[in-house]
């Protein structure tokens, strides 16, 4: 290759990382009731901004909690169904999705244990399944993490969503910031909703072969320019975390697209249902229009 060319190849990568937009919040629950407590709900990022006797540290002093996950993990004493992580420096790191098997339903036939994303976990005695996204490069978590300044600076919130997929943080599957990668990864092009964004499952064209049984349970977020906004949580059942949403049939088709959307995920969105959780970088997610 040519000098001119590796030139100008390295100015389009500079061009493509600075215009990535920075992820400036992160806020968790789609809702259309603005009263809702829980109403495109702002988390903390810090962990100095915890508020006192409403957090509890699930880690205790192990960063790495046993080789299981990377980051100090704190859920909110009356709302179990999510956890923060934060770093060394208490910087906000990742989230995790909990889910408490014993309400995912008794009719429920998704293969959790075929799926490396859902990892089996024990909190307070109660058995659970949890999904676990990264912000950051998980090595760096609890050796050298970020400073506060850090989130107002280049990095924001985070850099890049990383899905942990085996029993350690060193196995993980990346979700593209930018839509267009993403799509030539196999995350499927799916369609906007207001006050949500364009959607991207993964590899929607294989779900009819398990019976929707094996679900990634990842979908990416982007807005009208295929920017990363945030990434949602979808799991089969019905867990009943305020966090989570429960989104009908009716609004299933909608999302996913009428003409990709297997009869499998309707049945399933009816029964035994779908718990979905969204999470945002920007400070306004609920002004999202699908325009395009």
């Known amino acids: 290759m040519s000098p001119r060319l590796i030139l100008a190849c390295l100015c389009l990568a500079v061009v493509a990382v600075s215009a990535e937009k920075k992820w400036t919040n992160l806020k968790v629950h789609f809702s259309a009731n603005p009263l809702s407590k829980y109403y495109y709900q702002t988390q903390p990022r810090l962990l100095s901004a915890l508020k006192a006797n409403k957090w509890t540290n699930l880690s205790g002093n192990d960063c790495t909690n046993g080789g299981k996950y990377n980051g100090f993990r704190y859920v909110e004493n009356d709302e179990q169904g999510m956890a923060l992580l934060f770093d060394v420096q208490g910087t906000i790191a990742g989230i995790q999705q909990i889910l408490y098997k014993n309400q995912l339903s008794a009719n429920n036939k998704f293969s959790f244990d075929k799926v490396p994303a859902y990892n089996p976990d024990t909190l307070n005695g109660e058995e659970v399944y949890v999904i676990t996204a990264y912000f950051v490069d998980p090595s760096t978590i609890c050796t050298s993490g970020r400073s506060a300044s850090d989130l107002n600076g280049a990095s924001g919130t985070g850099t890049l969503t990383q899905i942990q997929t ?14 267009a990668e993403a799509i030539a990864q196999s995350w499927t092009e799916n369609k906007c909703f207001i006050g949500m964004g364009y959607h991207n499952f993964y590899n929607v064209e294989s779900f009819a072969a398990t019976n929707c049984s094996e679900i990634f349970p990842i979908f990416g977020l982007y807005d009208n320019n ?10 089969v059942g019905t867990s009943e975390s305020k966090h989570f949403e429960h989104p009908p049939a009716t609004a299933v088709k909608l999302i996913v697209g009428a003409d990709k959307v297997p009869q499998c995920l309707l ?26």
């Open 166 to 179: 085996g029993p350690t943080p060193a196995s993980l599957k990346v979700l593209p910031r930018q839509r």
């Open 226 to 235: 295929g920017d990363q906004i945030g990434f949602g949580f979808v799991a």
């Open 267 to 292: 049945d399933t969105a009816s029964s035994p249902g779908l718990s979905t959780m969204h999470v945002f970088f920007t400070n306004f997610p609920q002004t999202y229009a699908c325009i395009l």
